[in-house]
């Protein structure tokens, strides 16, 4: 028997992603984010969510663009710094020790260090009460040729990306169940 535990915003998994975006002055600004997701296959756009009050959310509505760098594993201590201290207050990166790098297609810096970096244009922005969804069209996707499979795909098992759990939690991946598309035909 299933127990109710009442509206949450709570889902499995979710992403660890750290949004980069510039400021008014043009410093590089990150921002981890849980709430985001692939939200169209054509033409390609993400979507990621964040409170107003947020620096990021400022910056992204300004220059109506973002970066999502998916952080591997070995990232966790900083992709959890980047959603607890504030871009107003410190410089995030340097902190950390990390890269900014400016996107060639968008005004919007991205992680030297982290994997895979998708450089965003903003496409649509609408609140939803406390957050505000940020749709932006994928312009393109950088990744390290260290994770990419023998097609040049990325390959999730080498890059290792962190998941949140709304517990305040976060997880590294798991096994490969199946191959997905055809695992459901088989009798």
């Known amino acids: 028997m299933k127990k109710s535990i009442g509206a949450k915003s709570l889902a499995y998994p979710t ?3 750290v949004v980069g975006s510039y400021d008014m002055f043009g410093n590089a600004n990150a921002m ?18 964040m409170r107003k009050a947020t620096y ?5 509505m300004e220059k109506e663009a973002f970066t ?5 594993e070995k990232y966790v201590k900083e992709t959890d710094y980047f959603g607890m201290a504030s871009g107003k207050d410190v410089d995030k990166l340097e902190k950390m020790g ?11 810096p991205y992680i030297k260090e982290f994997p895979i970096v998708l450089e965003c244009k903003l496409v649509q922005s609408f609140e939803l009460g406390l957050h505000t969804q940020f749709i932006g069209e994928i312009m393109d996707i950088k990744a390290d ?9 990325p390959d999730i098992q080498k890059i290792k990306p962190i998941i949140y759990s709304p517990q305040r939690n976060y997880y590294g991946i798991g096994k490969l169940l199946g191959k997905a598309f055809s695992m459901g035909m088989e009798e």
């Open 15 to 17: 992403p660890a992603w």
């Open 32 to 49: 981890t984010a849980a709430w985001g997701g692939i939200c169209c296959s054509e033409p390609p756009c993400i979507s990621v969510s």
């Open 56 to 60: 990021t959310y400022a910056n992204i």
């Open 68 to 72: 999502i760098n998916i952080p591997s």
């Open 98 to 108: 990390l890269t900014a790098v400016k996107s060639d297609l968008v005004y919007a």
């Open 145 to 153: 040729e260290s994770v990419l499979d023998e097609d040049g795909n």
